[in-house]
């Protein structure tokens, strides 16, 4: 690849680099001695949090960084002397990996709930042994919500740089995998560049490549174009990838009356080879020939749902729920073959109906991690496709859905360009939280305290350093309080530089603390002494806009 | 206010006039001939689609705009000849007045549905006697959920015509009612330009206004000031005012060990008075006069929730909930006199509480209109409340709130401009329809239908109509295809010119029509003749970016 490779200077100016604002590394070692990477948020008030942490070396001032190196091989040897197995074949047979042992910590659980998590199958660690550079992570409803950015070069558009670097960006503001969808020439080594450069697992949906293999037409794709494309991106080291398998040809006439048809990329080209061969999805009928393949190098299945709805209209259908039917049959082969799965879901559903997408694949398909795209819960809003489909991903991952695919402002309308991608992590990263804290993870809630308590002291920079994005925050701020001081004054742009509402509590509270009073006593004393205390000062409250 | 019109050049240019790009303001007549606006979106396939509209004369290329002599009257007259009474004592008397039959051609419902409606307090209309240029509208949770969108100047910020320009802005994309939260200087003067030219209801907190009238000072407060106050608003025409008779001198002390203490400003005005004098608030204890005075213009309430929480630690908690049962006794007595009431809500609050909050306020509040801040969902996201809320305010939505006030991306950092009220309010539409349709009202799915129609049918110049905000759906597009012949073009930036997965669908489709076969015979028939279509020509599919 030495003719792409931009010269030290080009790259420099390409790969975002340094920690987030107000933010450092830091590592927790694991019981074994295992490094897992953190990103303590330093406060003003001498306290820290630690956060969960995709963004790999990128964000570590001690690192260095050269993407035409690569990353360092944080897994490399952690697989010497033991036998190729999956994740799953060895939580089943009672064996904690390295892997397991690093995500435990991660997420601030026992090694043994992650074996066991991941041996029943509700649990998948996607973490080809092929690629040493990603940081272990788990994906399941009982641990936190994960959310995947999409990449990936078009025929005309973007560069491999810009891909890799689309990959660092997303990462930096939360990106837990990224699945790399790039179409057109150079395939092959965006890819290349993209694995041995991404601290997080990487995905692929390996049909558009074979499908470029056979010049564009579905017509012409096989089995063993596909195997052997599958084959290579197992030895890249691709960590999971989408086969749209349950587009089974007695289900596309189902989709002869919808609304909008079929709208999954991967189910119209299987759709298309059906029609054209008059035969049954070769996926399909060579899908344990291909679960030995993955198994090989522990690949995970990310069964596709070639037969989404792409609209309000379509949602739940009978072309959907029976193709889900066919993806649990195919999850419980997988299994048989030991190969982990995750399970994909809609799409476009309204908000009383996605309940039921997630009640069903986990009877369906054993509880595999289910892993949707949104869904969008109505039609109406193009260019804000992230906000109508953030309210569905995070009704969704409140009913259980384990990793959500993001949406961006231009979903439906173009290419989504760098501050679209960050736009679709946040707002993802929101709905994954928001549904965090309704489920109860334990530590979720760490993070929105500690803000509070920042905003409740006008602690103004902790807020900033707390938030999902410090930099917008503090330039909103700064946008009618810009001076420094105001980062420490006791009030908002929206109150007045006076006396405000949450300064009556605090007040009452300190009071309470000095007497060794119980609160309400306090409260009485307090509301006597503010009775003077107004009198004598002509003490004023100023009004925040916002009511 | 002859000192502060601006000259007829400054006000073209402040005031946005003019349809929505691809819409035209058409009127439906009602069945005693009054007319009745409604957004006519023209699609290229010679269909229409008749929406709610909210945006009054300012995007009608028919009327003439002054906003110095204020809009038409449009229900001048209505009430001539009839006694002064609320539309609630009229509906509790069996009559169906010109604001229930206006509002129900709007809502596509039965004017003796609206009436059993509002006789029950199940819905109110909001429209003083003294406000005859705003277009009647209904809130109830039996109707299209609302939207409120926050204006106002403070005192250091914007001028009075921005004030009016912000609410023609507001209404344009969609803004169901606006409240005036001015403080400051030119308080009246803001209010009665305001008043003057909007064509939805106005809402104000009398309490910020008598703040002033007595130098800022809380202790300083007395019924006699509040009760002028709302006089004078009344006279002006207010249509709803929120009024913080809840905050028990008890309740004060509920407040102390929360995170986030006292967060509403007329909360903790009110606080500080009970805390100055120890003495129960004057807004409970004179609440029967001032149900009176209301009376006298069907000015409606709105019962402020000034103990809600302002942090997901203080969701639901004792304080928030304590009040709650005193809105419950409120809204009894305000009934009793025959006033309109609505009851207003949280405000921060983690998606698994949410429901509870609209059965508490269902069941102390006899079903009162519930009208609700977001709820946040998370805390962790300054500069992105707009989102944390709007998933919070569609599942309260979904639960049954009537209207719900937006938030933009600057709560809780600064003051919203121009972009950041439309922004708010287009998520909060969002909100609102996605709420519709998991409720099932009637027409709710019309317009994702047409949308999604025109998507397969690659009608984009119909897509970008259709959608909220027809502008940046365009603009967008355009970002990658800014051609004319890509507005019909049988693509999209993500698959390129060529045969794509929706054609499939619609070459099945028209198949089964000419030959009148059933569906699936006409894809089997289908299938053979693609498969030689495909062998014929070499079709390709070309690949959506997202899957």
Known sequence: MADVRPNASENASEITTGPISGSRKVFHSTGSGLRVPFRRIELTNGEHLDVYDTSGPYTDETATVDVHSGLHRVRAGWTDGREHRTQLAWARAGVI???????????????????????????????????????????????????????????????????????????????????????????????????????????????????????????????????????????????????????????????AQRVTGIVSRGGSIMAAWCLAHHRENFLYTHFSELCEILRDYDVTFSLGDGLRPGSIADANDRAQFAELETLG?????????????????????????????????????????????????????????????????????QAGTAMLCYVTPKEHLGLPDRDDVKTGVITYKIAAHAADLAKGHPRAQERDDALSRARFEFRWTDQFRLSLDPDTARAFHDETLPAEPAKTAHFCSMCGPKFCSMKITQDIRELAEERGLTTVEAIEAGMREKSEEFARTGGEIYLPLAD
Chains 1, 2 share one sequence.
Not at 214 to 220: C, F, K, L, R, S
Not at 237 to 249: F, R
Not at 381 to 387: F, G, K, N, V
């Open 329 to 397: 049959e195919l999850t419980r082969i997988a299994r048989e073959h030991d190969v982990q799965v995750m399970v994909e879901g809609p799409g476009h559903v309204p908000m009383h109906l996605i309940a039921e997408n997630v009640r069903r694949e986990e009877e369906l398909c054993g509880e595999a991690p289910f892993y949707t795209l949104g869904p969008l819960t109505t039609d109406i809003a193009p260019a804000y496709d992230h906000i109508t489909s953030g309210i569905g991903a995070a009704v969704i991952a």
């Open 97 to 255: 990996t390295r892997e397991m042992e690093f995500v435990a910590t991660r997420e601030g659980l026992s090694p043994e709930f992650v074996r066991e998590e991941v041996a029943s199958g509700r649990a998948v660690i996607p973490a080809n042994r092929c690629h040493p550079e990603s940081e272990p992570m788990v994906i399941g409803k009982n641990f936190l919500v994960k959310v995947n950015a999409n990449i990936g070069s078009s025929a005309v558009t973007s560069s491999v740089e810009e891909e890799v670097e689309k990959m660092v960006w997303a990462t930096r503001w939360g990106a837990d995998t990224v699945m790399d969808l790039s179409t057109g020439k150079r395939i092959h080594e965006t890819r290349e560049r993209i694995l041995r450069n991404s601290p997080v697992p990487v995905g692929t949906v390996p049909i558009y490549q074979a499908l470029e293999e056979v010049g564009g037409d579905p017509a012409e794709l096989s089995w063993e174009v596909y195997r052997d494309t599958v084959v290579e991106q197992c030895e890249q080291g691709v960590d999971y990838m989408t086969v749209h398998a349950g587009v089974l040809l007695r289900y596309v006439p189902l989709t």
